[in-house]
């Protein structure tokens, strides 16, 4: 069942389960604020059970750099904003993770991490990145890291 994210009035739908719901759920509205404010675009989440290619594809990207997230994805989206396609993954863990693919421009492909105030970071992450903070109204603080796509991907396909 989609989920229109509300970045008004925060909930956890879909997000319960997070032994950080709360910060989660606020991490997930501040990206539905920014996709509004940038895109003028509805950000609306899927149960990861619903898509689980949009899983698949996101694991595909992170093997780029050896990276298996451990933790179970909870929620995720896809967007095609402006020639770029947004895919987002939501964990159990309080773990977002973005794939930035722009389709007309290679340079510009990125893997984003993101994680929930009040998680630690994942031992696959750890010696992998450092992390910087920022503040946010919806989600407290986040911590946030980011790889280059080096990689050609071929879009997420619904089975």
Known sequence: MTYVVDFV???????ES??????????RANEARYFKNKYD????????????????????????RD????AKPLEATELLVDGIRWTHV?????LAVNVLYTLDNPKKRAVGFKLSMGMDVPAELADKFKFARQKSKLAGEICGTFFVIKGEYLPATKR
């Open 90 to 94: 939501f964990y159990e863990s309080g």
């Open 9 to 15: 009035n925060v909930s956890t739908v879909g997000l």
């Open 67 to 70: 990276i298996q997230i451990a």
């Open 18 to 27: 997070s032994p950080v719901a709360e910060t989660l759920a606020g991490l």
């Open 41 to 64: 675009a509805t950000f609306a989440t899927e149960p990861a059970s619903e898509v689980p290619h949009l899983i698949e594809y996101v694991e595909h990207v992170l093997l780029e």
